[in-house]
């Protein structure tokens, strides 16, 4: 029994030994496999536990082999004891690498379930990318397609167009095809009529060739008439001349012999006739002044607005700003010695200065200029020797009784009143043959406040013609500033043009062709007659020096208007200078306020432009350009700046030569 327990012991000592050593070697593989790392594979686990069961199996024998060879049971004791410690080893090792087994069966189902899902993932990136693949393909195409959708869009929208305007051109053909044949029936019956008409044509024509033929041969038949009539005419005006100075002769003939008679005794008792009788006798426009009464104090604008209303009153329709130029030329007698009023005929030129004179209560003496006129004599009278009296015009009366310093006594009356004298249709005859002398006088007046001194007056007195009786001296005549000269002139084939003498010191005043007919309606009642003295108009006329403050603006524009008239080859001096200031002082006021703009605007039109007659608009069109900017911009005149462009305009259109054709305002 004890032997049988000790050899159970040994056999469950050697078993535990085996289990030890199998344990350890089982530990020791499963620590080689923990080595190689947990993604060791299940295959290469169960081919080591085989491996190591194969040498569970040797370790088995082994122990068998062993058991004979057990000598004694203290040194199995003391190898069981070793073996269960190594049992023990082992079996923890064993505890750990079942831990580790099941870790590393976990770790190879996920990795398994890792690589299923990337297979999985792989397979759908696949599919994935094929169908992005498709996809860009299918909208590369769309991309494609919707270009051509654009394209086709424009193309059926240019059809469509071409659809509408074919069938546009369709009804136009069916339209003119209906209109072909109408003209295909017209053309046949013009063809027949040109026919006709071609045949009438050549009758015409050997007609019309007869009469260019008559009309060349009486062309040269009137210029030999007319070369025969200038000679005749010449003729007649030397004849004329010859006669007049014949006639002189004679009546100082008649002179000496009626001398030698008294100094013979034999012209009896009969009493000498008075050479200056005609001249003494007062005019009818001055018996008329004569008559009225005067006009109490006023304004001048009081006096304009009269003038106004006067010119309705009869019909008449001026614009404010021409009675204002009209009535400030007036003013500048001193410095500006007239105002001619120029443009075609039945514009009004004469009625504006009659009706300004009855309004403003001013004497009027309106001189019909004639053709014949060629000397002072015809403005002022002549001497009749025959008769041995001065027979004066009309103007040389007034003029007399009208002159403070050397009129006669019973006319000092009349010597505070005023007179505005006319020259209508001053160009019928050569101007400087019958007015130069006469228009020299009046630029040579002293200032107003100088004509007191009889030796400031000396050069501007006219000496009347008249052999005066012994002892008595020849009649002078100063035309005085109560004297007031204007002048008409037409534009048509009989006149004359104005002299540049003429032009320099007047202001010219050109009445446009009206843009419309107006029916001229009096509106109101005229003005009653009254006298304007000389004394109320001479508080009206100012010098330069009124313009105060504004004078250095006055001057510079007149440095403007000098720098465009020399670029025009048209500059002017220092006595146009002047008169333009004096003009711009004297311009009335309106309400407190004096309008330098609109006043210089007024010398651009009456004094400068009448002086570019006759310049070549191929130099100057630029120059011209400029004034008319100038004078919109800077005067604000754009009614004027247009008339001035119009006036080039024609002038380039037609001879190339610029002439001033004047404004039309209102």
Same mark, same amino acid.
């Given at each position: ?262 100094? /013979? *005794? $034999? @012209? +009896?008792?009969? =009493?000498?006739?008075? &050479?200056?009788?005609?001249?003494? !006798? ?59 009023? /120029? *443009? $075609? @005929? +039945?514009?009004? =030129?004469?009625?504006? &200065?009659?009706?300004?004179?009855? !309004? ?307």
């Amino acid at each position: 029994m004890g032997s049988l327990l000790l050899t159970v012991m040994v056999i469950g000592f050697g078993l535990l030994a085996l289990t030890i050593v199998m344990v350890v070697v089982s530990a020791r593989a499963d620590q080689a496999i923990t080595i190689k790392g947990p993604l060791a594979t299940l295959g290469e686990l169960e081919a080591q536990i085989r491996g190591k069961s194969t040498t569970l199996d040797d370790l088995e024998a082994e122990l068998e082999k062993r058991r004979g060879a057990i000598s004694s049971i203290s040194d199995i004791q003391a190898e069981v004891d070793s073996l269960l410690r190594q049992k023990d080893e082992l079996l923890a090792e064993w505890q750990q690498l079942e831990e580790r087994r099941q870790e590393v069966l976990a770790m190879r189902q996920e990795t398994e379930d890792a690589q299923s899902a990337l297979a999985d993932v792989t397979r759908d990136f696949s599919e994935k990318s094929s169908e992005l693949e498709k996809v860009e393909a299918r909208l590369k195409r769309a991309e494609e397609l919707v270009g051509q959708i654009s394209q086709l869009e424009e193309d059926h929208n240019r059809l469509e167009q071409t659809v509408s305007n074919l069938r546009e051109e369709l009804a136009n053909l069916q339209t003119l095809k209906a209109r072909e044949e109408e003209l295909r029936e017209k053309i046949e019956k013009l063809e027949r009529d040109i026919t006709r008409v071609e045949a009438e044509i050549e009758g015409f024509d050997r007609r019309r060739e007869e009469a260019e033929e008559a009309a060349r041969i009486a062309e040269s038949r009137l210029e030999e008439l007319k070369a025969d009539y200038t000679d005749e005419a010449a003729r007649v005006a030397s004849t004329q001349t010859e006669l007049s100075r014949m006639e002189a002769q004679r009546a100082e003939l008649l002179a000496q012999i009626e001398t030698y008679k008294d100094k /013979a *005794g $034999i @012209s +009896g008792n009969k =009493k000498a006739a008075d &050479p200056l009788s005609e001249l003494n !006798a007062l005019p009818p426009v001055l018996k008329d002044v004569n008559t009225w009464d005067t006009h109490a104090q006023e304004q001048e604008n009081e006096a304009l607005h009269r003038v106004s209303n006067h010119m309705k009153a009869h019909g008449l329709d001026y614009h404010t700003r021409v009675i204002r130029a009209f009535h400030t030329a007036m003013k500048v007698n001193e410095t500006t010695q007239m105002a001619v009023l /120029a *443009g $075609i @005929s +039945g514009t009004g =030129k004469s009625q504006l &200065p009659r009706r300004y004179a009855q !309004a403003m209560g001013i004497g009027f003496l309106q001189v019909p200029v004639q053709p014949r006129w060629d000397s002072p004599q015809d403005l002022m009278g002549f001497y009749n020797y025959i008769e041995g009296q001065f027979r004066p015009t009309d103007l040389a009366r007034s003029l007399y009784h009208l002159d403070a310093f050397n009129g006669p006594a019973e006319s000092s009356d009349l010597q505070d009143r005023m007179m505005l004298v006319l020259l209508d249709e001053m160009n019928l005859a050569r101007v400087e043959y019958y007015f130069s002398d006469f228009l020299s006088r009046l630029e040579s007046r002293p200032g107003i406040d100088e004509t007191n001194r009889s030796e400031a007056r000396k050069d501007a007195e006219l000496e009347l013609d008249i052999p005066m009786p012994e002892g008595q001296t020849t009649p002078r005549i100063f035309p005085g500033y109560n004297v007031l000269f204007a002048g008409t002139m037409n534009e048509d084939e009989s006149t004359q043009s104005l002299s540049d003498k003429v032009v320099d010191r007047a202001n010219v005043m050109r009445f446009a062709a009206p843009k419309s007919i107006k029916a001229g309606t009096p509106q109101g009642k005229p003005a009653d007659s009254k006298a304007l003295t000389r004394t109320q108009w001479r508080k009206w006329v100012r010098g330069i020096n009124a313009l105060a403050e504004d004078q250095s603006r006055v001057e510079m524009h007149v440095e403007r208007m000098v720098e465009y008239m020399t670029k025009l080859g048209r500059p002017f001096g220092h006595r146009l200078g002047r008169s333009i200031m004096a003009y711009a002082a004297n311009y009335p006021e309106d309400n407190g306020r004096r309008d330098i703009q609109t006043a210089l605007a007024d010398q651009v039109e009456m004094r400068l432009l009448p002086k570019l007659r006759g310049i070549e608009m191929e130099n100057a069109s630029t120059e011209l350009q400029e004034l008319s900017n100038y004078v919109e911009r800077e005067l604000s005149d754009p009614v004027l700046a247009d008339a001035i462009r119009h006036s080039a305009e024609v002038a380039e259109d037609g001879t190339g030569q610029f002439t001033w054709r004047g404004v039309t305002r209102g």
